[in-house]
């Protein structure tokens, strides 16, 4: 593939929620920036934007960055959003969906090499079922639009490995510093690139957890982080209401993320 432009729009996902770093931007590094990283290794003429922001909902990715993103004419684009909508407490997979759609249809006729995902599908309890049944509609959905448009798609849903608790955040729904550089390594795959990531090794799962304390274990999980999660969304509050895109304008990682970042004052505190 020729140097060109790569351009990430999306959510915390994207943003690098769960992989926090003070030397980059909001406080994240994420599998975006390393990927970036890791064009500028392959050749310094690659340029790179993100901006991907936390809490976003599709709506908000539509109408915020996907103009922005038209006008950077990317060569590689990335998106995934919709995660936050599925989350609301009433939520409608065919909206989303056909916002989706439009704005894989906007990337794909631009002429950029488009890359999508879809959402995680955790192996869990009873207790998130209902979430689990729009996540599955969802990643159905988004498979169909990958396949209507001929872009990419890194079926993050399929891949297992991310069964390991080992690769998450404590919030379980961000992916930690090696989840996020195991997401890095996935897209540099499907666009066929090499990459000198070290990934951890997880050849030694850790023991299963007993019945009992798995259940007690889950519904910890829901009270300390799905439910205030879900005060958030019905109260309207985001956390991305108060940042600003990590990288809103084209950089050459080359030249150094972190040199960067520190150039434009743009480091802050982890967040996430």
């Known amino acids: 593939m020729d140097p060109g432009r790569f351009v990430a729009l999306g959510d915390s996902f994207t943003e690098g929620v769960g992989d926090p770093h003070l030397h980059h931007p909001n406080g994240l590094r994420g599998w975006a ?16 934007a993100n901006l991907a922001l936390r809490s976003k909902r599709i709506d908000q990715v539509v109408a915020e960055q996907l103009p922005a993103a038209l006008a950077l004419r990317p060569t590689v684009a990335t998106f995934f959003a919709g995660g936050n909508d599925l989350l609301a407490v009433r939520s409608d997979v065919d909206p989303v969906l056909g916002r989706f759609d439009e704005v894989v249809g906007a990337l794909a006729g631009s002429g950029a090499t488009v890359v999508v995902f879809t959402a995680f599908d955790p192996r869990t309890g009873p207790l998130l079922e209902p979430l ?13 639009i ?23 955040a404590v919030d379980r729904l961000h992916m930690n510093r090696w989840g996020h550089k195991r997401m890095a390594a996935s897209v540099l795959r499907t666009l066929g690139l090499d990459h000198t990531l070290r990934l ?12 009992r304390r798995a259940v007690r274990e889950e ?27 990590k990288w809103p304008e084209p950089v050459r990682p080359a030249e150094g993320l972190k040199r960067l970042a520190r ?4 480091a802050e505190a982890p967040v996430g």
Do not use: I, K
């Not at 920036?33 to 790179?48: N, V």
């Not at 689990?132 to 169909?144: A, I, K, S």
């Not at 951890?200 to 019945?211: G, I, Q, V």
């Not at 005060?231 to 956390?239: A, D, F, K, L």
């Open 33 to 48: 920036d390393r990927m970036a990283r890791q064009l500028g290794r392959l050749d310094p003429r690659w340029e790179y």
């Open 132 to 144: 689990l049944r729009r996540v599955r509609l969802f990643n159905h959905g988004v498979r169909d």
């Open 146 to 168: 990958s396949d209507e448009h001929d872009v990419l798609l890194v079926d993050h849903a399929r891949l297992r490995e991310y069964d390991d608790p080992r690769l998450w």
């Open 200 to 211: 951890r090794t997880l050849e030694h799962p850790p023991p299963r957890t007993p019945l």
């Open 219 to 245: 519904a910890a999980f829901v009270r300390g982080e799905v439910l205030p999660l879900l005060r958030r969304r019905v109260t309207g509050r985001s956390e991305g209401d108060l940042a600003a895109p």
């Open 263 to 266: 150039t434009r004052g743009h």
